[in-house]
């Protein structure tokens, strides 16, 4: 099967419904494709689980996209891009399994982030989750009711993780950050000059409320013979046990680049390296929301909405939101201080700690490799179906091997697909 249009937009998140929208009202002919069974992306993930307040901005958002004329083709995911201007999905939700090449004349890549991950004892236990990952699917209709939960590791996305979990009934005990209490005042300082995200943050902590909050606290060991039963935490004095039936457990986040990797983009500390108009070193390829930087929902909507108008020809309407644009930049930065990752969380892995959890492989197994690709060949560390999108990150924070290729299919297709598309060309090994 294949199809062409003007605009293509891969991602159908904050940023990705943004562009796909501007560049739609902007009179472009757009196709908006994603993974995912509905457009909305990690933050507004389809919830059958939990009751939502209404969000307004949510609303228009979606409003926007349905009068846009955008099209939205929901559970196709991109795995390969054959030929110059084409990208290959692949549907493999229902009865049948579909691919298709979609021809473009502009791309705009929102792709989003995923959390990364960081191998202690016990993490490969089951009922340790990621924390995105189990509210992911608890929205999706997972019962957390009653359960007993510890919230761990780092980053902004802990508070609300913690929130919606209670209100979806868990009984989320303790939220275990590891940035310390210095560093989150710090960061509070500065939210001050952004006071929508320093009330929000506050709303989060008191949804989670009942929950104790611990800065500079971070797990140790997860316990458990067959399923987690209890965490072990350490506040760098003290080390104690607490029992749980669920660990949602995430070390920040980091961004999905392969598919920009794939296409030749430059990138610029891990994330995608755009001008002030979004455009990627490709001239027709542009990137917005989470893979140009960390920065939240409000930040995607806004390098979404100027990808959009890039893509439409719009440039000079693009690069007149630089300076919003700029204001979320110095977020980002803070973002990365306040939550940077301490020694000791890099240190947590035994020598029989799993790493690569597709290929079983434990952390004394890739010591004494020069970078990735030589621990990829010498150990199969990253070549099982994640394709090294939860131990690439992590042996990046470990060992500081950048991920350094990126090869088709991004994830893992079936056999007969690969054998009924077109050949691409060959390439250089
Ligand atoms: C697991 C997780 C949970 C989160 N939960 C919250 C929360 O509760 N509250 C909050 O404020 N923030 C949350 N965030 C942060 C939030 O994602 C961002 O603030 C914001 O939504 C980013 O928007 P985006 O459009 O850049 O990316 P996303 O919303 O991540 O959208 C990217 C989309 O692209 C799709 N995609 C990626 N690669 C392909 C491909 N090859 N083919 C097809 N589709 C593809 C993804 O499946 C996804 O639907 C979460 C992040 C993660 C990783």
Redesign the pocket.
């Known amino acids: 099967m294949s199809m062409d249009t003007e605009v293509l937009v891969?991602?159908?998140?904050?940023?990705?419904?943004a562009a796909a929208a501007t560049a739609a009202t902007h009179g472009r002919e757009v196709l908006l494709?994603?993974?995912?069974p509905a457009?909305?992306?990690?933050?507004?993930?389809d919830a059958t689980a939990v009751q939502e307040e209404p969000d307004e901005v949510k609303r228009k958002t979606f409003l926007t996209l349905r009068v846009s004329g955008a099209r939205i083709f929901s559970g196709?995911?991109?795995?390969d891009a054959p030929r110059a201007g084409v990208l290959r999905?692949i549907n493999d939700g229902g009865a049948e399994i579909h691919a298709i090449d979609v021809s473009y004349e502009q791309l705009v890549l929102?792709?989003?982030?995923?959390?990364r991950f960081l191998p202690f004892p016990g993490w490969t236990l089951p009922g340790v989750f990621?924390?995105?990952?189990l509210?992911?699917l608890a929205r999706g209709g997972l019962s957390v009711t009653g359960k007993r939960i510890v919230v761990a590791g780092t980053g902004?996305?802990l508070l609300?993780?913690a929130a919606?979990l209670r209100q979806m009934g868990g009984r989320v005990t303790t939220v275990a950050e590891q940035a310390s209490r210095r560093q989150l005042a710090r960061f509070s300082t500065f939210l001050s000059s952004q006071p929508r995200k320093l009330i929000?943050g506050l709303q989060y902590r008191a949804a989670s409320g009942g929950s104790r909050y611990r800065p500079g606290c971070w797990p140790v060991a997860a316990l458990g013979t067959d399923k987690v039963e209890s965490i072990r935490l350490t506040d760098g004095d003290r080390t104690w046990e607490e029992p749980c039936e669920l660990l949602a457990c995430?070390f920040h986040?980091v961004p999905?680049t392969?598919?920009a990797v794939l296409l030749g983009c430059s990138l610029r500390d891990s994330f995608i390296e755009v001008d002030d108009a979004q455009r990627t070193s490709i001239s027709n390829v542009f990137a917005?929301?989470?893979?140009t930087g960390?920065?939240?929902?409000e930040?995607?909507l806004l390098t979404?909405t100027m990808a959009g108008l890039a893509a439409a020809g719009k440039l000079d309407e693009a690069k007149a939101l630089l300076p919003r644009r700029q204001k979320f930049e110095r977020f980002a930065a803070r973002l990365k201080t306040a939550f940077a990752l301490r020694p000791e969380v890099l240190a947590l892995a035994q020598p029989d700690t799993i790493v690569c959890r597709c290929e079983d492989v434990t952390y004394d197994s890739l010591k004494g490799y020069e970078d990735w690709n030589d621990a990829k060949r010498q150990t199969r560390c990253g070549m099982g179906p994640c394709q090294g999108r939860v131990c690439g990150p992590a042996t990046e924070a470990l060992f500081g091997w950048p991920a350094s290729s990126v090869r088709p299919p991004?994830?893992p297709v079936p056999l007969s697909v690969m054998g009924a598309c077109p050949n691409r060309p060959p390439q250089k090994q």
Do not use: K, Y
């Not at 990621?130 to 990952?133: H, I, L, Q, T, V």
């Open positions: 891969v991602g159908s998140g904050p940023a990705g419904i494709l994603d993974d995912n457009p909305g992306g990690q933050i507004w993930r196709w995911r991109v795995f999905a929102a792709t989003g982030a995923r959390e990621g924390a995105g990952g509210e992911a902004p996305l609300p993780v919606h929000e995430g986040l999905n392969e598919l917005a929301g989470e893979p960390i920065a939240g929902m930040s995607a979404g991004l994830f």
